[in-house]
């Protein structure tokens, strides 16, 4: 099992953006696999919309990084591990320059980006990005379709009914051949059609504190991402999934374990990440419970 963890982004550890470059360095040394990031914009005073089945906003985000700046920070600091986004919110960014930064992460990192990609969940974020909300679903995937033609043609142009990429000199390419791998998120009919149609890999989440781990609730979404893959002309074997284990603020050491053991045991997967951001009070802390689940899972 490759296990993971969250570079320092939200609540106490947003302020200690010093201490990135050493956690991603530390982290690295102590054996983890991926090293990841999310993407909040705002944590909005009266949200419309709560997070995770919430009317709340976690009061972790009220202080939050650059998830573009961090995956760069750790590109350059280490040499082997993954740097993946769990999610970037694709329809905030025109595809031209979302293309320009994770082409330039991959470079820097040789090949290590995974660019995970989603919709968001927040309607105040879309409204300070400018961007409908309701028009998220159709951005993504016109995103997806520019960057494809960005990655991979020269001179590379998109035009689409809410993107326009005018025709481009394209020379520059990722370092991993022909693009680096996209995952993406979601669990709404929708979001497992277009994993099935077209992504490298999924990105489902476990919390445990919140409850005993249920696979079923990833291999069911899973076995229907394969169906449809299948549907479309694909080998569904080839779709990859890596699981975002969230721990709330309540969760044990042992909880966590105990699912990446039930997820090796229960599941296909066979690559987890653990967040952070709940339960380390700092990144000197941070790295201690990486470094305890590393130990304890392997």
């Given at each position: ?222 076995a229907r991402i394969r169906e449809l893959a299948e549907g479309y002309g694909r080998e569904p074997g080839a779709i990859d999934t890596v699981l975002r284990i969230n721990p709330t603020a309540t969760a044990s050491l042992d909880d966590i374990v105990t699912t990446i053991a039930r997820t090796a045991g229960e599941t296909d997967i066979d690559h987890v990440f653990v967040d952070l951001m709940y339960i380390a009070g700092d990144a000197d802390h941070a790295l201690e419970l990486a470094e ?7």
């Open positions: 099992m490759r296990i993971g963890f969250t570079l320092p982004q939200f609540g106490a550890m947003a302020r200690q953006v010093d201490h990135v470059p050493e956690f991603a360095r530390q982290a690295e040394r102590l054996g983890a696999d991926s090293l990841w990031i999310g993407d909040r914009l705002l944590a909005p005073v009266r949200p419309t919309v709560g997070y995770a089945g919430t009317d709340t906003i976690p009061p972790e985000f009220d202080t939050r990084l650059d998830p573009f700046a961090l995956m760069t920070i750790a590109a350059t600091v280490t040499e082997r591990p993954l740097i993946g986004s769990n999610v970037l919110n694709a329809p905030w960014y025109p595809p031209a320059l979302l293309e320009r930064s994770l082409t330039t992460i991959d470079l820097l990192s040789n090949g290590r980006l995974l660019a995970g990609l989603g919709i968001g969940w927040s309607p105040e974020e879309y409204q300070a990005v400018g961007v409908p909300m309701d028009q998220r679903g159709a951005r993504l995937d016109e995103c997806l379709d520019a960057l494809d033609s960005l990655w991979t043609t020269d001179p590379a142009e998109y035009q689409g009914r809410y993107w326009t990429v005018p025709a481009t000199r394209a020379a520059l390419r990722p370092a991993r051949q022909p693009r680096p791998p996209v995952y993406l998120g979601g669990w709404a009919p929708a979001a497992l059609s277009r994993v099935a149609r077209r992504a490298d890999g999924w990105l489902p989440v476990a919390v445990p504190g919140g409850g005993a781990f249920d696979a079923s609730a990833v291999n069911g979404p899973l305890k689940v590393l130990s304890a899972a392997r």
